[in-house]
């Protein structure tokens, strides 16, 4: 098997159901989905495996996640069948909700980075933010899997908080931005008043 079609060459290149120009909104959309892949491939391999047992899994997973977002990017067919659904965004809200509990509490904006594993997952997070952006300017134009962008949207925040987690457990401090008003409100501490 070639690894090149020469199909291609033209700046055109296939869909599922049709082609497109390869600046197409469309293609622009999967192919950073694809670009996050490969970044949440290398935060996956910065994290020392006796530290996170439970997160380096979850890149994993998230990585065969995303190929299922690319997949439903890639389809204009009318009738497709969508790989990406509720239970997966519902994987991510439990996570970052336990790993908020873990990371110590926040009140400012934070620089992105800390240790190697945090700003890798930093990384991943702008990324997927810059995905999310391009699957909602292509929403106003074409349908897409309602799931996909509510996905990408819970994904930069699952890096969030694990890049806060990675930090965590590596003892090292997230560096607050020096300028930041009080941003985050310390809802443990709201409720027990």
Known sequence: MRLYTRSGDKGKT???G???EKDDIRIQAYGTCDELNAFVGKAAVTLPPTLF??????LVRIQHELFDCGSDLSSVKETAEWKVDEPMVTFLEEKIDAYTEEAPALQRFILPGGSEAAADLHICRTVARRTERLISSLQKVEPVNEYVLKYLNRL???FFAAARVANARQSVSDVEYERSAVVFQDTQNKNNS
């Open 14 to 16: 296939r869909v599922i």
């Open 18 to 20: 049709g082609t497109r």
């Open 53 to 58: 047992p439970d997160i380096k899994p979850e």
């Open 156 to 158: 930069s925040d699952y």
